[in-house]
């Protein structure tokens, strides 16, 4: 097989006759290593890198009877031998070996085989060899690059094209075999190469005995996790559900101050007029207490002209807006009254103060601004009762439903609680704030089941008293654990340890000691007329069916023993009561501060 001269020349006529027109010419550093200078082979070695070597461009085969020619060196090819090619690889590689081993800073030469494919079965076979020595010796030099004159000289002489395919391939596995041995022996050269297995059977396999086969999208937690863990999970529900009893009871206690401690003080008051015969200045509590006083009669009066069971049909018989979402807008109303009553009435508490301390050149206009706030008052606390009597008729309507209208209304007012509150951002004086709203809600709806049951007195017909404690029991338990779930996450996205809500209710035992009279913004602020109005307009019909036939003067007699009866009740329980919140409260404190001595 012959190939036809195109302008091209081989690999290994060009490579044998540069190498042969050096030696003669006696200026290649490779033949002549004792008359160059080391400067000179580094800078002509360097400017040959830069340019970069360039292999000729290999001649196309015109026809198999025609032999390679070169242009310009016009060299045949000699037959081309494989064991002389193999042998003398051999010899190259195992001279370059030792010569390694002896001089360590010399690095490895590499020889890179390529093959092209021309016109079909015509193949032609290109070497080139390049040193990598680097400065160490001259000796060490000499014999590389001698060694790679050699398997230059001996590739060009024994070239025959014939031959081609059965040399390839023995030279690419010599060659191959070579390069993993390199590789292995130096495998820090290109870094770790891992083999990647595609394989859908040892995958499984490999996911299957892995271990934790979530261990890609979830880290492994520590102490620190466990401990939010069981924070979000026991703890902070647990003091939320303490803080928000003793807070219940809290407003209880105000609650029940309003119908007992109250009356009480102006009843004193009038009877020490009445003995005395002098009038004198009230003080500022008798002028609150007096202005408390007219407010609550003003709105039991008020609510006593409105016919809840016409409000009960118009709630319950509309069908544009279903029940639950006429009691969450009553609920929003409910809110928007006690953060605007709290203002109100420390606005008249004020205005008493500053009547009964005021000259007498400034009496007039203290009445005058006393007497408004006093209408102020008497409103916002009428339109605050209508809201509370219409939530509790809108509950008594779920309740008595039996289209799962409490349910609906339970998930609905709840989960939109969560929603409101829970994904906000909140500070622990927020907290602190939201923690004290639910203490009054809680209250509240104590009022509300407590007007269900004054209906279902009056009203129901049957056994009712298991389904209502069924009710009752459904109501609580859903506002405790939307309670529990709401804070307990709060406290989880805003980072807010359980020890926060101890010193909430820490603060609160201060607040029913009368220990911080100088902090009142941490204070639980409820006010109870409202609720009072609400529920003394419920008991009323109660206590009028308790109340026997007869002439007029013997049923006022009945209604000022009931009054009596209940007034002591609620006295008694009044005292019970504030002595136990008292102890408790006395205790939290010294233990809370023999705790932080013990940490001190």
Request: net charge neutral; glycine share 4%; proline share 3%.
């Amino acid at each position: 097989m012959s190939l036809r001269s195109g302008g091209r020349q081989l690999s290994f006529e060009l490579l044998a006759g540069d190498l042969t027109a050096d030696d003669a010419d006696d200026t290649s550093p490779r033949s002549l290593p004792d008359t160059t200078s080391d400067g000179q082979r580094r800078r002509r070695r360097r400017s040959k890198r830069k340019r970069g070597f360039r292999s000729p461009p290999i001649e196309e085969a015109a026809s198999e009877g025609e032999q390679p020619r070169g242009e310009g060196k016009g060299d045949a090819a000699a037959p081309f031998r494989v064991p002389d090619l193999r042998s003398s690889a051999e010899t190259v590689r195992e001279s370059s070996e030792a010569e390694r081993s002896a001089a360590s800073c010399v690095t490895y030469v590499g020889v890179e085989l390529r093959q092209r494919s021309i016109s079909g079965s015509a193949r032609v076979v290109a070497a080139s060899a390049e040193d990598g020595t680097s400065s160490c010796g001259s000796s060490t030099r000499e014999s590389a690059a001698t060694a790679a004159v050699a398997l230059a000289d001996v590739a060009a002489a024994a070239w025959r094209p014939e031959a081609n395919g059965g040399v390839k391939k023995k030279l690419e596995k010599e060659e191959s075999l070579d390069w993993e041995k390199y590789m292995k022996e130096n495998s820090t050269i290109l870094g770790e190469v891992e083999r990647l297995d595609n394989s859908p059977l040892r995958y499984f396999l490999g996911e299957l005995y892995g271990g934790n086969s979530l261990r890609s999208t979830i880290a492994v937690g520590n102490e620190k996790k466990r401990q939010r863990v069981y924070n979000t999970m026991f703890h902070v529900p647990w003091r939320c559900e303490r803080l928000i009893v003793a807070g219940f009871f809290v407003c209880l206690d105000s609650f029940l101050s309003l119908l007992t401690i109250m009356p009480a003080r102006i009843v004193v008051t009038i009877w020490r007029l009445l003995k005395t015969r002098k009038f004198l200045r009230p003080n500022a509590a008798d002028l609150s207490d007096y202005g408390c006083f007219i407010v609550l009669a003003l709105g039991v009066a008020s609510l006593q002209m409105i016919d809840i069971s016409l409000i009960y049909h118009v709630i319950r018989g509309q069908g544009t807006i279903k029940l639950y979402v006429v009691y969450n807008v009553l609920e929003i109303f409910d809110k928007l009254c006690q953060s605007f009553g709290e203002d109100v009435l420390q606005v008249l508490f004020n205005s008493a103060q500053g009547l009964s301390t005021c000259s007498t050149d400034n009496v007039t206009f203290e009445l005058m601004r006393f007497l408004l706030d006093e209408a102020i008052a008497v409103v916002l606390i009428l339109v605050h009762s209508f809201v509370l009597l219409a939530q509790a008729i809108t509950l008594s309507a779920c309740i008595i439903a039996h289209n799962n209208a409490l349910l609906a209304l339970l998930v609905s007012n709840n989960f939109a609680e969560i929603k409101s509150n829970v994904f906000k951002r909140v500070s622990k004086e927020n907290l602190h704030n939201l923690v004290y709203y639910d203490i009054i809600e809680r209250f509240h709806i104590t009022a509300f089941l407590l007007f269900v049951l004054a209906q279902n007195i009056l009203e129901a017909e049957g056994p009712w008293f298991d389904s209502f404690l069924i009710n009752a029991s459904l109501v609580f338990l859903c506002e405790v654990l939307i309670d529990a779930i709401k804070h307990s996450f709060l406290a989880k996205f805003n980072e807010i340890k359980p020890v926060a809500y101890s010193e909430f209710l820490e603060d609160l035992c201060k607040q029913i000691l009368n220990d911080k009279p100088d902090d009142r913004q941490k204070d639980l602020t409820f006010i109870p007329l409202a609720p009072a109005c609400v529920v003394i307009r419920v008991l009323t019909p109660v206590y009028a069916t308790l109340l026997p036939a007869g002439p007029f003067i013997w049923r006022i007699f009945w209604i000022l023993l009931w009054s009596v009866l209940t007034y002591f009740m609620l006295a008694i329980f009044k005292i019970l009561v504030g002595l136990i919140l008292r102890c408790l409260a006395n205790w939290y404190v010294n233990l809370r501060l023999k705790r932080k001595q013990h940490v001190d």
